[in-house]
């Protein structure tokens, strides 16, 4: 089978025009992803449209941690902890070298949100819902374990800490190896595809909906049985195309996270801390840089037009100085920033951390199923329950469906037996890169692409550039436009390779050789060229600029 190729686009649209779907999904984040793979390798024909990028949403917006959510036990979430709990090690075994075991240190401070006791029987309790295996569950430490687990905490307050077990992901990629699977499992995918509108039969029961072809501004009809709505924080958006919207509303809440250069904050290991205003924070160091997150407030402004606000990142420099004060962060240190909306659901008399994370589905009384709230984490729990809700109805039409498959469907790319397989394979991958002098990349590569690094490797081999980094950039775009469906820079440089986050010094040196490629491969003349940088440009500002 082809890969996701945008080169095949018209192809791909017609396909879909004269397609007759049993499921169509809207919205390409993790949990339509998710959906459109259960769902397919169940044999469901099925659609995926996303209105811009695949992961453009809230899925490229989080703290990319794979958690059971110990917060959520403090608000007595039981059933919540133990699914999600129960998630991360499946998650893990699906693509071990992109949902990748993480201890998170707690230390305890004289005022913190935890006390020794609280802790102590809390992650006990963590570690039991979640099954979690004799020798990754909680330890408690003494101060001294504490500073030499990580030395920059703060002396003075600290009593002791717990490390506990967590996993930490990619959100894009997460949602880019699900995009691909379902594909690979008979699903149509399209980005670039918005949804306008529903279309119904003579009683009112949605048949069809119309989107938008968004590069060619062509609109384009489909039929279908049922009709997913995936959108996250645009759900009632799409809930409303049916009317007035009934029953329970979204509740977005905005959370930023700022990057800074690791040599700034070199942490030698995750943290999840108090930030002096009685919140939990998250300092976790990923390659070159240390992320810190997140805010949690109630948004009720435009869902496309979100903005990082100076209050935010002065709140979270001034959280991580409080814990690591030695380490002097100032804003000038932040380097890059996103900003994401939770898609949650309205509870009334709750602020916006009180309100649960659970998931819920809705279904119009025009047959539309919509599903909000939820975790990347439990993500394909998510899809295994709104599935079987439409499979039942196809089986009571008298079609036989089979359960859903997810929990063995390995992620492509991460066809890995353990992790220790995925170290044997980083080593090869080191050697491999070596000759270049980019073994420093080696974890990068493998995080990204996992066993497809291979064809990244292979091209690099027949690239005739001089500057080696170049060369295994345009080596990675080339498997990039070929099997994830990029189409433009950003598609690129944000959500494939996390560069415009977390390695924000190599963007002024490879756009513009990124740019030259992609303007080879599809043909670009200069003014579309002139608008990817345009774009480009725009979003680096959008990252580094706050309000
Ligand atoms: P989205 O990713 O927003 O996807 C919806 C998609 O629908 C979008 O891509 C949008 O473009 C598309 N769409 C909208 N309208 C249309 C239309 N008309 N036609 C076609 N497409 C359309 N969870 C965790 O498990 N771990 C974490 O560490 C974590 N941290 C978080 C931190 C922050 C700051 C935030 C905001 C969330 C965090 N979450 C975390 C929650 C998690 O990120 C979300 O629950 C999840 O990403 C939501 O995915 P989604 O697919 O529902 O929404």
Redesign the pocket.
């Known amino acids: 089978m082809n890969g996701l190729d945008a080169r095949n686009r018209n192809e791909i649209i017609s396909k879909i025009t004269g397609s007759h779907y049993d499921l169509i999904v809207?919205?390409?984040?993790?949990?339509?992803?998710g959906i459109a793979l259960d769902a397919a390798s169940r044999g469901l024909k099925t659609l995926l449209?996303?209105?811009?990028d695949?992961?453009?949403?809230?899925?490229?917006?989080?703290?990319?941690?794979?958690?059971g959510g110990l917060r959520y036990l403090k608000q007595l979430e039981i059933g919540l902890v133990r699914e999600?709990g129960l998630e991360r090690a499946v998650v893990h075994k699906l693509a071990p070298h992109l949902v990748k075991s993480e201890k998170m240190l707690l230390p305890l401070t004289k005022d913190g949100t935890y006390g020794k006791i609280l802790t102590s029987l809390g992650l006990r309790v963590y570690d039991f819902l979640a099954d979690v295996e004799e020798e990754d569950r909680r330890k408690m430490l003494s101060k001294k374990e504490t500073i030499a687990l990580e030395p920059l905490l703060k002396g003075d307050d600290l009593e002791g800490g717990s490390i506990y077990a967590e996993y930490r992901t990619d959100?894009a990629r997460l949602?880019i190896e699900n995009v691909k699977t379902a594909y690979h499992n008979g699903a149509d995918v399209l980005n670039y595809?918005?949804?306008?509108k529903l279309n119904y039969d003579a009683n009112g029961v949605v048949e069809g909906l119309t989107?938008e072809d968004v590069l060619e501004g062509s609109s384009i009809q489909v039929s279908t049985r049922y009709v997913i709505n995936?959108?996250?924080?645009?759900v009632d958006?799409?809930r409303s195309f049916d009317g007035k919207i009934s029953g329970k509303k979204l509740y977005p809440?905005?959370?930023?996270?700022i990057v800074v250069p690791h040599s700034r904050l070199p942490l030698k290991q995750s943290v999840y801390f108090d930030e002096p205003e009685g919140r939990m924070l998250f300092a976790i160091p990923r390659d070159r840089a240390t992320y810190i997150?997140?805010?949690d407030t109630a948004y009720d402004g435009n869902l496309d037009e979100l903005r990082v606000s100076s209050k935010d990142v002065e709140y979270l420099v001034n959280g991580a100085n409080s814990i690591f004060p030695n380490a002097n962060l100032t804003i000038a240190d932040v380097e890059s920033t996103w900003v994401?909306?939770?898609?949650l659901i309205e509870e009334e008399g709750k602020s916006a951390s009180e309100v649960s994370?659970k998931d819920e589905i809705f279904e119009s009384e025009s047959g539309l199923l919509s599903?909000?709230g939820?975790?990347?984490?439990?993500?394909r729990k998510m899809a295994e329950r709104i599935v079987s809700k439409v499979a039942k109805k196809v089986q009571e039409e008298g079609r036989e469906l089979r359960y859903s498959q997810t929990a063995s469907i390995a992620l492509t790319g991460g066809v890995f037996k353990d992790k220790s397989e995925v170290l044997s394979y980083e080593k090869k991958v080191a050697q491999k890169l070596e000759k270049y002098e980019l073994s420093s990349w080696t974890t990068y590569l493998v995080s990204n692409y996992g066993k497809q690094s291979d064809e990244i490797l292979k091209a690099m081999e027949s690239r005739k550039e001089d500057d080696y980094e170049v060369k295994m950039v345009l080596s990675e775009l080339f498997f990039c436009v070929a099997n994830e469906c990029v189409i433009s820079l950003l598609d690129f440089l944000e959500r494939r390779t996390g560069r415009l986050y977390f390695y924000m010094d190599t963007i002024e040196k490879v756009s513009p050789h990124v740019l030259t490629e992609m303007a080879k491969l599809f043909g670009w003349d200069d003014q579309r060229k002139q608008q990817e940088m345009g774009s480009l440009e725009q979003a680096i500002r959008r990252a580094t600029d706050f309000i």
């Open positions: 809207v919205g390409g984040g993790i949990t339509g992803a449209l996303e209105k811009k695949f992961a453009s949403g809230t899925s490229s917006k989080s703290t990319k941690l794979i958690h999600v959100d949602t595809a918005e949804v306008l989107f995936a959108a996250g924080p645009w958006k799409v809440t905005m959370g930023i996270h997150g997140t805010t994401g909306l939770r898609p994370r599903i909000a939820g975790k990347l984490t439990g993500y």
